[in-house]
């Protein structure tokens, strides 16, 4: 198997195989409650699976070969859809465990038993189950933790979650890659990881470019772990500013010799849960250029204009996705 195993979708693969990686990117995102709705608005699969199977192949012709699906158990993930997906479209597909922040997330069911009991120990026993043995009743294993934390606060309902994905994280090795809301808690959630036992390496924290800040950006580093800036593309909207503000940011990180903590995707939504949307996304202008093709057309081409290297290229889309499996 060569290096360190990885969990896909499909079956494990070694870290040599990961190729280019998108590291944090979603098929599908049902928020909460969208279930109730089936009877109006039935999950259509054979659509889905369409749709999906041919933004994998518009991906591949790119020269991606892994798509991290960074949606949690609580927020529409879907394994057994993106197995399917991965058969037919040939992509490494690697998915998640993991339980959203508390404000948006599946919580309510944990903050009920918690009247009754200890919930940290469940947490970790689900996480556990999901890396090691399937998720639901089938052998489809996740491949990293993903957390979240709301905005300028990690509660204690999301605190008990950490903790939890610190000791599943440290049993099984897989990495954790988180949300941050707004623009903060980045370097909090590092230091909480990081008491708990999780080496900064096995760390990437989320949402980064949300913040145009240098002194935030330096002091996330500074606790060793990667930094993602995942949000390329999407502009005005979840707190994310234009790639105009995003990308001189960037590159002067990139400068600064950060190259090998950098890690770049954009959070792409293929769909939503649920009842069609009264409008597509894509209609949106300032979501024109939300897609997963778009670091490849638009973000490239500009980063190499200004000076970055087509090694450094290859590092934070290769290199550091490989060092954080590894």
Known sequence: MGLAAVNTVTGPISVDELGVVLMHEHILVGYPGWEVDQSVAPLDRASLVAKAVKLMGELRALGVNTVVDATTADFGRQADLYQEIAEKSEMQIICATGLYGENRGGSEYWKFRAR????????????????????????????????????????????????????????????????????????????????????????????????????????????????????????????????????????ELIK???????????????????RPLSINPSDIPSLAKWHPSHLFKNVLPELKAAGVSDAQISTMLKQNPCRLFG
């Open 116 to 251: 009754f009991g200890e919930i940290g120990a469940e947490i970790y026993h689900l996480f556990l189950q999901e890396l090691t043995v399937g998720i639901k009743q089938s052998a489809i294993k996740a491949g990293v933790i993903k957390l979240v934390s709301g905005k300028g606060a990690i509660t204690d309902y999301e605190n008990k979650v950490f903790q939890a994905a610190a000791r599943a994280q440290q049993e099984t090795g897989v990495p954790i890659i988180t949300h941050t809301e707004m623009g903060t808690m980045g370097r909090e959630q590092a230091d909480l990881l990081i008491a708990a036992g999780v080496k900064p390496a096995k760390i990437q924290i989320g949402h980064m470019s949300n913040s145009t800040d240098l002194q935030y950006h330096l002091n996330v580093l500074a606790s060793g772990v990667y930094s993602a800036f995942d949000r390329l593309g999407l502009e005005g909207l979840a707190g994310s500013p234009p790639d105009s503000a995003k990308l001189p940011l960037l590159i």
């Open 256 to 274: 600064r010799g950060f190259t090998e903590r950098l890690i770049l995707s954009h959070d792409y939504i293929m769909a939503f849960l649920g």
